[in-house]
């Protein structure tokens, strides 16, 4: 890879684990969907054909609708994001949680990756007073895609979950409280909820014990909803949320099944919102548009709901248990354990004492055209390094059931084969 002198290319240049992932999807797709490609790894969301209708319908209506049209496509928004939309968003949280919201909560990004970006940048790294500040993540394993975000090295702080053995060959993460100290050198705190890479899915007291250490520092406390409440929903566990002044939370519409739209969603205190609206101007001059307009009104009807909880929640949780059964099937014998899914849409899978790294088997997988993600990825800013790193994979069961059934049959064949010292 060339190399450019700068310390902008040293960071925002280089190869990532995010990068590995979107070149793995973005060379399957380029196969042009071969019946042969397993992918198990990238975050697309499933082609849910009613959920897929209604996006039509709405294309149909902007496209004889000069209004909407002109929104959609023909004019820059503000860069805060389309007005119509950021009203519309705090409306139905207002009446979904009763949280005190207008328009000026809501701020828009190019996705919610981009917000990560904004938000991690904004509240971590070199402050003007020569000193540097992190980002706390309290449970490790924790999202890819915060790994490389900030500008300046070193910015992410993570805290390994608790592990707690279930029956059946569950497992299931918990913050470490008793271990949780809160650095003075902590910008922000920050969880995904559901928890991507696990499908953990943090309680309301756990939530407000997090924002509790994060106002003890006077620091603001990130939850990253993308799988989660109010949209996409695909939460099976503690159907509730968090937002207060101090919260900062983040929406997207990529897991509805519109990622090409790029819309990512900050809930915040009006002062961030200023922020993230300066940042939008500078770097981008306004975000995209066309998912707020094909989502707007069905978010004022109430159709945008009914679709999560008829329709997204249910197909995943099917697909859940049909992926957790054809994995325990094809890996009898194998010291398996997976972590109890309770929403977004991956299995974890712990191989204990695996005697291969989770990146090798990544490899061999791949050479078998079965894409998953190596466990290693998810434990950016944990400090100490420990052989559970080594152990897990994500897998995505998101795809055709047939394309993750024979995408699992094979993952059992390269885990045995390395047990058996192969
Ligand atoms: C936990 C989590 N947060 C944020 C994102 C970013 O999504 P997008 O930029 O498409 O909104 C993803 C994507 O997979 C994710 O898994």
Request: glycine share 10%; charged share 20%.
């Amino acid at each position: 890879m060339r190399t450019f002198g700068t310390r902008f290319a040293a960071r925002m240049a280089r190869p990532t684990g995010a990068l590995e992932l979107m070149a793995d999807l973005g060379t399957a797709m380029a196969r042009g969907g071969e019946a042969d490609i397993r992918m198990l790894g990238g975050g697309n969301p499933a082609r849910i054909a009613p959920v897929e209708a209604v996006y039509r319908r709405r294309l149909e209506e902007i496209a004889a609708d000069p209004v909407q049209f002109g929104r959609f496509i023909a004019g820059y928004s503000a860069p805060e994001g389309d007005l119509g939309f950021r009203e519309a968003v705090a409306l139905s949280l207002c009446n979904e949680f009763g949280w005190p919201l207008t328009a000026g909560n809501v701020g828009l990004t190019s996705g919610s990756q981009s917000a990560f970006f904004f938000l991690f940048n904004l509240f971590a790294g070199e402050r003007t007073d020569g000193g540097h500040s992190r980002i706390l993540l309290p449970l490790a394993p924790e999202y890819i895609g915060y790994a490389d975000v900030g500008l300046t090295p070193g910015m992410l702080l993570a805290r390994p979950a608790a592990i707690r053995e279930l029956d059946d060959g569950y497992f299931k993460y918990f913050v470490d409280f008793d271990r949780l100290d809160v650095p003075d050198d902590i910008g922000a705190l920050c969880v995904s909820r559901p928890t991507n890479p696990s499908g953990n899915v943090l309680t309301i007291e756990e939530l407000q014990r997090l924002d509790a250490l994060a106002r003890a520092r006077r620091v603001p406390f990130i939850v990253d909803a993308a799988y989660g409440l109010p949209f996409p929903g695909i939460q099976h566990e503690h159907l509730d949320s968090l937002w207060n002044p101090n919260v900062v939370l983040c929406l997207s519409l990529s897991k509805l099944g519109l990622p090409a739209a790029r819309t990512g969603i900050i809930v915040a205190d009006e002062s961030i919102i200023e922020a993230l609206t300066a940042f939008n101007a500078t770097a981008a001059l306004a975000p995209p548009s066309t998912g707020p307009v094909i989502v707007e009104p069905l978010l004022r009807s109430g159709e945008l709901t009914r679709l999560c909880r008829n329709h997204l929640r249910p197909h995943y949780l099917a697909q859940s248990a049909a992926a957790v059964q054809a994995l325990r099937a094809a890996c009898a014998g194998l010291p398996l354990r997976i972590h109890r899914p309770e929403g977004a849409f991956f299995l974890w899978l712990w191989f204990p004492g695996l005697p291969i790294s989770s990146d090798e088997l990544y490899r061999r997988l791949k050479q078998r055209d079965v894409l998953v993600l190596s466990g290693h990825h998810f434990f950016p800013g944990v400090e100490q390094d420990d052989p559970h790193q080594h152990e897990c994979l994500r897998l995505s069961y998101a795809q055709p059931p047939e394309s993750v059934r024979a995408g699992i049959a094979i993952l059992a064949e390269e885990v045995r084969r390395a047990y058996e010292g192969g």
